[in-house]
């Protein structure tokens, strides 16, 4: 029998493995509320219908969403069914996707409260008011922040499933000091510590059961170096052969004292995530964004050669003022310094971030439904746009997945932005796709282009793609070892690869 409960605070995950955070800090603050409090936890692949009649199951008198810019679209399909159901069920929302009044999305229209910015102590007050039937008239509140050294820790949350099969987020700072226009971490006025031995003691906690896992989700881990190192002392003491630690770090910021620690860790312990986003210095000076550029080329490799990190590294695609040929120079920069991921982002409209002050002079025309990925600029066209789509999925495909860890140097060559692009593009002519190509056939098609378009030796091909298959394990034959060794090019086609890029 499914218990009833006051209050069910949940959300709608990218994937299972995903946990949220946000709720848990929530739910262990909700003081004598909390025994009147469930969470639930859903996927963006279930069922609109299924996922209403989990939560009208319990009969709650209130659902808080947390709503994200990933999970807006099913949210209101969900909202929309429980408002017609059971329309005397108050629906709170928070969340970054609904935070900037007036700036908001439909849903809001069907919602009876929506809490903007912190929601630790508002969410609480709110629940208290509704239950006592004081509620507010105010439709949209905005979030007090609490002192971090009054906020409950939401650790014990994390029950034994999440530990098994969940990432476990956690966080030793709160806000960023940095105003890069395109991250509503611009919107921070500075970065928070939690008290740093309280902090720990809650790691040991999690490490005694059995966490071996922790994504920090700092915005800036190594913002203060001091507290960087304690954190790294810490995890050196209870390092194990699967201890695995996620840091999102300023690349520009990695002082001596903080190197000789990093250095400590045994391979494949650490993954820190690098925003380069652009390595052009005017588009940084637009966006509000300070990097040190030298400095930051300087200590990835530093990393790269000194460290067994894995470095998983940002660019974006579609700033104000952005083009192919500066992306392009950001792109070879970067697989210059041979970070082991680069990951490829489309700009994305995030309400309330400052970048949207550049909307009209720089014409950012963007998709109007989620995840509002940028269409066109006045210099980037829509066409051109698309093809750099496919060249992120492409290159995750091809230049991230590890499968190609052989043939990609043979795909890069002198010019990696201009040979991808090449690739990418005959790639998707051929399959017409960037999705659900087998991987068999993936390497029957990169068998294709290297030999007819980027005009590479068939034996010198066969032989790097050979060492690519045997690793990743593909069933059967490709075609392409059934060809006779020709030993020469099948065609020249790359005399004018620059001028092919751009299409």
Known sequence: ?????????????????????????????????????????????EQTLNIAEQLLQHQPKIIGFSVYIWNIREISDIVTVIKQISPDTVIVLGGPEVGHYPDVPDICALADFVISGPGEKSFRELCRQILDKTRPETKYIDGIATELAELQLPYQLYNEEDIR?????VEASRGCPFKCEFCLSALDKTATAFPLESFLAEMDALWQRGVRNFKFIDRTFNLKV???????EFFLERMTDDLYLHFEVVPDNLPDKLKEALKRFPPNSLQFEIGIQTFDSDIQTLISRKQNNDKTRENIRWLREHTGAHLHTDLIFGLPSDSLDNFAESFNQLVALNPHEIQLGILKRLRGAPLNRHNENFALNYNPQAPYNILSTNSVDFMTMQRVNRFARFWDMIGNSGRFINTLPLILGDDAFARFMLLSDRLFDISGSTWKIALKRLFELLFVVLTEDLAIDQ????DHLKLDYARAGVKGIPDY???PSLNKPAKAGVANKRQRYHG
């Open 459 to 462: 034996q010198t091909v066969k």
């Open 165 to 169: 099969n969940r990432l476990i987020y």
């Open 1 to 45: 029998m499914t218990q009833q409960v006051d209050i069910l605070l949940t959300t709608l995950n990218a994937r299972y493995m995903h946990s949220a955070f946000g709720l848990r800090y929530l739910l262990a603050n909700m003081e004598e509320l909390a025994s009147k409090t469930k969470m639930i936890e859903f996927t963006i692949q």
């Open 226 to 232: 001091s507290t960087s190192i304690r954190i790294l």
């Open 481 to 483: 070892e059934n060809l």
